[in-house]
């Protein structure tokens, strides 16, 4: 199965996607730094560079997984949380 995480370089994304590729799986990791998404790309992943909150760059990167797995990063200048979290 092709799975695509974001946040890849997270405490629980990065763990999720090394299982993954563990079991084979193909993943594409979602992250904002390359160098943070060096040690899965090196185990076999696909780094996908971008912003969770660029809908063009999601919906490219969403195209052809079988499951996706999402988490919203912190945005501390956020003065409408829920509302950010609506939008993304």
Known sequence: MHYVITGGAGNISKPLALQLL???????????????????????????????EDISFLTKTFSGADAVYTMVPPKWDATDWKGFIAGV
Do not use: F, P, Y
């Open 22 to 52: 563990a079991s084979n799986h193909q993943v594409t990791v979602i992250g904002r730094s390359e160098v943070n998404l060096k040690e899965m790309v090196d185990t076999g992943a696909t780094a996908a560079l971008g912003s969770v």
